[in-house]
């Protein structure tokens, strides 16, 4: 039974967390800082939605955001959009889903350890877990809204409700097709768990665990096969394990028939120092939580195997994937460690404390030693990016730099420089910042002389750095 106490403390832990996110995510936008990906495909996708052009876009690879990734369950947040239309909108509703996370966190953790300690200090890890924290700051995206949705599921299937269960389920499905692999992967462990001495196969809890997975499975090939294929698209970002293979049947089989392709694909010092940043936060404690770790296979296969280095940094929003099932996980691993070395409770306490504290302090983006405090200031091209988004109607075309274009997402075509597909209305060009064009600064001079000298634009230059190009009437 948890006291009022032990309720208050975690509000107020929650309320804190909202107010330092809300505001730092805010002031993040407000100078600057959000990028083209993926504030400003989010905002634009949601922009036009409310405009009836259904998560249409001109950013990503095809106009239909459905066939890139399938997040249905985007559309549940498109009635708050349609009355506060704003990237804030978005943000502050991110932080709101996140921290509410902690909430069925602690209660599975309060029914799993039976101490309102351990409880809270399982909760207070979550808030100050440094890939929460990122995935929170770095601009919005889906996949956020899956870590609260699967910690509800979880904890409502652990407590065998199946009903509520199989609702936070679907709603943590719909917000991505990865998300549907580890939904299917959460299903399966609830099918082959253990619970007592007891091992009935044909149980009724056994029975709502095959109809997750099962379920999770068929939803997992329509999306692939038939629904994002409907919107133009597919598994496009397959190409980020094309070292395995073309295919997801060809990777599959590559890894069996190759167990070294595996092992020389995940045994590298970035990845290892992932893994080390991933655990060591929660003092290594999901290892030890037996069958439950099935619930972090899929993420950890899903950013292990990939060639893009952004998945294994901890550092952006790929995390998401794993962030419940590591913490229920570590639920089960504290329990675990308890049940089989009491004498070892007080040891597993101080080092979840410690850890939590080196992993904060070390690895947080929001920590005393590296906290944005500059975002409480100004400068001169943030001012200047400032007096440029200002007053662009909404029917133009505009293309931009990726720090500039979530602020000119609320109209139907936007673009980041060198991306658009025919010469955008306006162009707002930072020429000493050839982002998007790696190094090929030849490249960049080449692209920008294209408004610059075109005769059909009225060009005009700030500080000597800023061009704008208006395409003349």
Not at 139 to 154: K, T
Not at 237 to 256: F, P
Not at 329 to 348: I, K, S
Request: hydrophobic share 55%; net charge positive; aromatic share 16%.
């Amino acid at each position: 039974m948890t006291s009022l106490h032990a309720y208050r403390a975690i509000v107020v832990a929650v309320i804190l967390y909202i107010i330092i996110f809300g505001v730092v995510t805010a002031l993040r936008h407000y100078n600057f800082q959000t990028q083209t990906w993926d504030m400003g495909v989010f905002d634009q996708l949601f922009w036009n939605t409310i405009h009836g052009r259904i998560m249409q876009g001109s950013i990503e690879e095809i106009p239909d955001h459905f066939g890139v990734h399938w997040s249905p369950g985007l559309l549940l947040l498109v009635p708050g959009y349609a009355l506060f239309p704003s990237p804030y909108y978005l943000l502050f509703i991110q932080v709101l889903a996140l921290a509410a996370g902690a909430l069925p966190l602690y209660r599975l953790a309060m029914r799993m350890l039976q101490r309102e300690s351990l409880a809270k200090l399982i909760t207070v890890a979550y808030l100050l877990y440094p890939s929460l924290h990122w995935l929170n700051l770095f601009d919005f995206h889906e996949i956020a809204f899956f870590v609260p949705a699967l910690l509800a599921a979880l904890y409502y299937a652990d407590a065998e409700r199946w009903g509520w269960a199989s609702f936070w389920f679907a709603i943590a499905a719909s917000m991505k097709e990865d998300a549907i692999i580890a939904v299917a992967f959460a299903g399966l462990y609830f099918l082959i768990r253990r619970k007592d001495a007891t091992f009935a196969w044909w149980n009724r809890n056994r029975l709502y665990a095959a109809f997750i997975a099962l379920g999770a499975l068929l939803y997992i090939v329509l999306a692939v096969k038939v629904f994002m294929p409907a919107f133009g698209g597919g598994l496009l970002r397959l190409d980020r394990y094309a070292a395995l293979g073309s295919s997801v049947g060809e990777i599959v089989t590559n890894l069996v028939r190759n167990p070294t392709l595996f092992a020389r694909t995940i045994l590298t010092l970035p990845k290892m120092d992932y893994l080390l940043w991933l655990f060591a936060p929660l003092a290594f404690l999901p290892l030890f939580s037996g069958r439950a770790f099935l619930l972090i296979v899929p993420g950890l296969l899903e950013n292990l195997l990939t060639t893009n280095r952004f998945q294994f940094s901890t550092f952006y929003q790929y995390d998401a994937i794993l962030i419940p099932g590591m913490f229920f996980c570590a639920v089960y691993g504290l329990r675990n460690v308890v049940r089989r070395w009491p004498a070892w409770e007080r040891f597993a306490r101080r080092a979840l404390v410690i850890a939590v504290a080196i992993g904060f302090f070390v690895r947080s983006p929001v920590n005393p030693f590296t906290f944005p405090f500059n975002l409480f200031g100004t400068n001169s091209r943030w001012q200047i990016f400032r007096e440029l988004s200002r007053d662009i109607p909404e029917n133009l075309s505009v293309t931009a730099q990726t720090n500039l274009l979530p602020h000119l997402a609320h109209r139907e075509k936007i673009y980041q420089l060198g991306m658009e597909r025919a010469f955008a209305d306006v162009a707002f060009i930072d020429i000493n910042d050839p982002f998007g064009f790696g190094d090929n600064t030849d490249a960049f001079a080449a692209y920008a002389k294209q408004y610059i000298e075109n005769p059909a634009y009225d060009v005009t230059a700030y500080n000597d750095r800023y061009v704008v190009a208006r395409k003349k009437p």
